[in-house]
C-alpha cells in the first residue's frame, strides 16, 4: 500500500498507508489526519482538504480541473502547489508522498 | 466537574462532537448512541455516488472503528435512546441501559417528511435518507426500469439524476410551477430542468399526487387532474423534518427543531443541541433559522462540543450547500430568503453562471453553477457584509471580490 506522509497543521508528522484508488482526502480523514475537513466527501463543493504538495511530486498527479482551479482560487493562502485532496487519487506512484496541511481552509 | 459526555445521534454533527471534544482535550467518558448499526458515515452520497454503486459501503464511513477506539469514544451501535430525564441527567436507551450524564449533546438530524396521500403504505414507495433506504432503491435502479420521483428538490433531482444515469426511465412529479423553486432562482431551476430533459428525463410541474395504485405494490401513480404514469419504482424526495421527539418529551421547547441559543444550548444548561435538529439564531442573517446542510451540522457540532465544556462560543457562519446532477454543480452559499434584487452573472447557456442576492448593496446569497470561483469568493464577502457595486457585479469578466463597492457607501 502506498504510504503518504501528512504534517499537519501543529507540525506533526502523519504516515497513513493509503489503499491504491481512494482519494488522498479519503487517506486523511479515515485515518483522521488533523487539519483536512472534507466537509463535502470529495464533491470539490466546499475548499476545505486543501493542501500543498511537495514539488518533486507534483509532476505524478493529474492536473487540476477547472472546478478545482476555481475552489483553491480563493482558498486561504493558496500556492502554485496546492490541490484540494479529494482531487488526488492514490496511485502507486504515489508511495511515499508528503503533502503539507495548511493552518486553515475554506473561504 | 464534567466527566462525562453523552451524545446522541451518529451523523455529521455527533460525529465531529466526538472528534471536537477529544481534540479539545476532554479526558472524561465520552459516549456516541444511534440509532443506526452502521459507524457514522456521510449521507450526501446516498443520492448520488453510492447509489450508482460508484462509492463502495466501505467507502461512506468518516472514521474507521480504530480512530473511535484510539480515542477512547464508546459507540453505541444500533441502539435508540428512548428518553432523556433532564432532573436526572440520565438518558435511557431502548436496550434498558441507563446512561448518566454530565453533559448531553443532542444531535438528532432530520427524517424524510412521509407521503399521506392514499396507497402511501403500498411496498415500492421509497424514501431517501439512509444506508438502509438505500438498498432497496440500489436493488430496484436496473436499466429499463420505470422509476418515478415525487419532489424536484435536491433529493428528488440528484436521485433523478443518477437513476437516468443507471439507464432508468424516470419522471419527476413536482408541485410547484418549477423544480427547487424554494432554493434556487427561476433561471438556475431552468437550467437544471434543461439539463434533465436533455437526458431524456421527464419533468412535470405543476403536477399534484393525488394516490398510488397497485394490486399488494405499487404499480402506477395517480396525478389530480386524473393522469396515470406506470411505475415500477417510487421515490418521494418531499423534504425533511426536525427530529425532536426525545427532546420535546424531556420538556424542552421545540418549534422547527429543538430551539437552542447562539451557544447550541437549549434551556436546559447541560443539553445542547447541533445540526439539522436545531432551530437556532443565525446572528448574520438576523433572524432563527433551520438548516439542512453538512456544513453547518458541522460547525455547529464543532461549537457546541467546545461549550460543553464550558466555552461560550457562538455559532455564527455562513450557510453553504452544493448538488450534484449530472455534470453540474449547484453551490449556493449564504441565505437567499431575505433579499430585494437579483443580479445575473455570465450566461446560462455557457453553462456556468450564477445569481447573486442583494439586500440594499449587501451580498446576501449567491447560487453558482458550475462556477467555484463565485461560490468560494461569496462564501468570503457574505460573511463580511460586503456591499456590492450592481453595475460591476453584473459584469462577469470581474471576479466577484472586485465587484465590492470600495466607497463603503
Sequence with gaps: ?107 | MISTIVIVGGGQAGAQAVDTLRRAGFPGRLLLICDEPELPYQRPPLSKKYLSGELTAERLPFRHRAFYDEHRIELKLGVRAAAVDPRARRVDLADGEALNYDRLLLCLGATARRLSCPGADLPGLHYLRSVADAAPIKAAIKPGSRVLIIGGGYIGLETAATCRHMGCEVTVLELADRVMNRVVSPCVSQFFEQEHRARGINILCNTRVARLEGAGRIERVICADGSEIAADTVIAGVGAIAVTALASDAGLACDNGIIVDEYCRTQDEAIFAAGDCTNHPSLRFGRRVRIESVDNAFEQAKTAALNLLDRKISHDRVPWFWSDQFDSKLLIAGLSQDYDRQVLRGDPASRSFSVCYLKGDELMAVEAVNHSKDYMAARKLIAERARMNTAKLANPSLALQDAVNQTGS
Design chain 1, 1 to 107: 500500500m502506498p504510504r503518504i506522509t501528512f504534517i499537519e497543521p501543529s507540525g506533526s508528522r502523519r504516515v497513513v498507508d493509503a489503499p491504491i484508488g481512494v482519494t488522498l482526502m479519503e487517506a486523511a480523514v479515515q485515518n483522521g489526519v488533523q487539519g483536512i475537513l472534507a466537509l463535502c466527501g470529495g464533491a470539490c463543493a466546499c475548499g476545505t482538504c486543501h493542501v500543498y504538495v511537495d514539488a518533486a511530486w507534483l509532476p505524478r498527479l493529474t492536473p487540476r480541473e477547472e472546478m478545482e482551479e476555481g475552489m483553491l482560487e480563493c482558498a486561504w493562502e493558496p500556492r502554485d502547489n496546492s490541490r484540494l485532496s479529494c482531487q488526488v487519487h492514490i496511485t502507486a506512484d504515489l508511495d511515499g508522498l508528503e503533502v503539507t496541511v495548511p493552518l486553515r481552509q475554506g473561504a
